[in-house]
């Protein structure tokens, strides 16, 4: 089983937003980066689970300048067995897409497994659309990944249940919660990471959308304190002044 | 050059994200001064189908047949790129719920269409075409522009409100080839029993509670005030993470975003992740016994004291308010 994951470089979730240039760029002076959670939590470590009880590799690849490369070592600590990095300054996510497409084209993964979205684009575009790219089977928002036999057997919640589907290998997928469970890179995994070459290819720009500007959501009025013992005064308010009741 | 947008059926009706994404086609169309046309799947009648038509969208392409019953994204994918060929389409909309993320990128990436994904304002399109989202988890809004010939836009549900606007609407049946797709996928459907639960992912009042609870015993209460209501229920991220409440509950970050008329949030301290995924509700209201909680920050209204004191007051005061308003 040789599996591709995606992953990318996003701020700490705590971050407190800010742009410079005129809002035109994300001020990043000061920001803490992670793996995206998704593609961290539940994406590689199933991968990883994986290839631990099935034999085969696992491969991460991210789409990013030479600054991306502390989390590509965090995912070579947690067990991924190759990494690369794909030298480009994605615009878009079709860009970075195509850069991984490009990549995966002759390579022959059984998997290639996304994030759900990332959280600071939260486009939940780049699975699908490398998935477009390949012409390949696309599972979106996966809850669960199991291998039998020669196919692979993927969970899905819909409204009130959930899908089971089956498919040949390759596909694409995107992970969601319940995939897996977070694990933290032990020293051994460390000090393996240091030594792991992380192959760099040089990629191509095309990208099909681009941000004009960004902006602040305007700030929340300050909130309306209600007596505890008065919960009529908060039905009252919620049905004449919010109108949501 | 024309507007395509896409919705399913469920359970023969279009449903609130695909009425929102009907008027918003009908809307992109206007500004664009062209026509709008629904691409639309399942097993509904005609008469259901022109609903489209009181939200400004005369033509609708009905695409009924059994390869469709499954959802494969691929053949979905490509009867979409089918109906836009027929029509000459060249904005395609959807909403970006699970189906739309399963094949607005695909047919993004195949049709070299540019996508905005989660689309929360109608595109400004005097010199150039751009849209507002959400990024960072909803602590800032991003303008794309898409800079292609071909567009793609997906509509973030409870976000940009439907219009009405009556026109005729006529029906017309399309299979765009479907009939000879095979699916590649084996798809079985697992249900649950839902009868009396209301969909969190689609619900207009939301009620969710956190570790202030203390332990699943005491949800009781909480699914009291949710029923009293016609709220679903959801929870914040270690009380599903310790079993008290069920996974699909979890919203925040790393859960599911939700972005309802009415959030109430019971014994929960507010974490930014927490508020990612429910910072899009239109009204936050806050139970906490600490005053000094992230969330009240981020509330419309606010309770200071404990919830095992204050959610039976509150269930109470919306049972009264309902007798006398029924
Ligand atoms: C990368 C990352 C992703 C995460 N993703 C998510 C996510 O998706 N969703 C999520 O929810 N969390 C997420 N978290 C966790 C998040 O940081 C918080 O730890 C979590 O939201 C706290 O849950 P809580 O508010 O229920 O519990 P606590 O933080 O323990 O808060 C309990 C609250 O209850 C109040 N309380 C106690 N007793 C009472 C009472 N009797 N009456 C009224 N109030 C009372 C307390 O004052 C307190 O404010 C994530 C964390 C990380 C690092
Ligand atoms: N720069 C990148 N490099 C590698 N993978 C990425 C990159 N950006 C996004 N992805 C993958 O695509 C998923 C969805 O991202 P997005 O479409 O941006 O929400 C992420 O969870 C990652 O798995």
């Known amino acids: 089983m040789d599996i591709l994951v995606c992953i990318s470089q996003v701020p700490d979730t705590t971050t407190k937003i800010s742009f410079i240039d005129n809002n035109s760029k994300f001020n990043d002076d000061k920001v803490t980066f992670i793996v995206n959670p998704y593609d961290e939590w539940y994406a590689l470590v199933r991968a990883l689970e994986l290839k631990e009880t099935l034999g085969g590799s696992v491969t991460v690849i991210t789409v990013g300048n030479a600054s991306v490369e502390p989390i590509i070592r965090k995912a070579l600590a947690i067990g991924a067995d190759n990494a690369v990095r794909i030298d480009l300054d994605a615009v878009d996510s079709f860009e970075t897409a195509s850069a991984i497409a490009t990549y995966a084209k002759n390579k022959n993964f059984n998997i290639i497994l996304a994030g759900k979205e990332t959280i600071d684009y939260n486009g939940s575009e780049v699975g699908g659309m490398i998935a477009g790219l390949l012409n390949l089977p696309f599972v979106s928002l996966a809850t669960k990944l199991e291998i039998v036999g020669d196919h692979a057997v993927v969970e899905i919640d819909i409204e009130g249940g959930v899908e089971v589907i089956t498919s040949k290998m390759p596909l694409v997928l995107s992970a969601a919660k319940g995939m897996a469970e977070a694990r933290i890179p032990n020293m051994r995994g460390i000090m393996a990471a240091r030594t792991k070459t992380i192959e760099v290819v040089a990629g191509q720009s095309n990208n099909l959308v681009s941000v004009k500007s960004f902006e602040l959501p305007a700030p929340k009025s300050a909130v309306k304190l209600i007596n505890p013992e008065n919960m009529e005064e908060l039905v009252q308010l919620l049905h004449s002044e919010a109108k949501v009741i | ?326």
Request: aromatic letters at 6%.
């Open chain 2, 1 to 326: 050059m024309s507007v395509l947008v896409f919705a399913q059926t469920s359970k023969g009706i279009l449903k609130k994200n695909a009425i929102e994404a009907i008027s918003y086609g009908a809307q992109v169309a206007a500004l664009l001064n062209t026509n709008v046309t629904l691409l639309a799947t399942g097993t509904a009648t005609a008469e259901s189908l022109q609903v489209a038509g009181s939200f400004g969208v005369a033509k609708v392409l009905h695409a009924n047949h059994t390869n469709l019953n499954a959802f494969d994204s691929q053949i979905y994918s490509q009867l979409v790129m089918n109906a836009a060929e027929k029509t000459g389409a060249s904005v395609i909309i959807l909403s970006h719920d699970a189906t739309g993320k399963a094949i607005a990128p695909r047919i993004s990436a195949i049709l070299k269409a540019g996508l905005v994904s989660g689309a929360i304002s109608l595109p400004a399109v005097s010199g150039g075409f751009s849209i507002k989202k959400n990024v960072f988890s909803g602590k800032a809004i991003a303008e794309y522009s898409i800079n292609t010939e071909k567009k793609i836009i997906s509509l973030l549900p409870n976000s940009v409100p439907p219009i009405q606007k009556q026109v005729s609407c006529e029906v017309e049946n399309f299979l765009g080839g479907v009939e000879e797709t095979i699916s590649l996928l084996k798809i079985e459907t697992k249900t649950h029993d839902t009868s009396g639960e209301i969909n969190l992912p689609e619900a207009e009042l939301v009620v969710s509670a956190g570790r202030g609870m203390k332990g699943p015993e005491n949800w009781g209460m909480i699914e009291e005030l949710a029923k009293t209501i016609g709220a679903a229920t959801a929870c914040s991220r270690p009380v599903s993470d310790i079993g008290w409440r069920p996974h699909h509950e979890h919203v925040g970050q790393t859960g599911i975003a939700i972005r309802p008329n009415l959030y109430i949030a019971v014994g929960i301290s507010g974490a930014i992740q927490h508020l990612a995924g429910v910072n899009g509700s239109k009204v936050i209201v806050v139970v906490n016994k600490d005053a000094e909680a992230p969330f009240f920050k981020a509330a419309d209204y606010g309770v200071v004291g404990d919830a095992f004191e204050i959610v039976p007051k509150l269930t109470a005061a919306f049972k009264q308010f309902k007798s006398q308003n029924s």
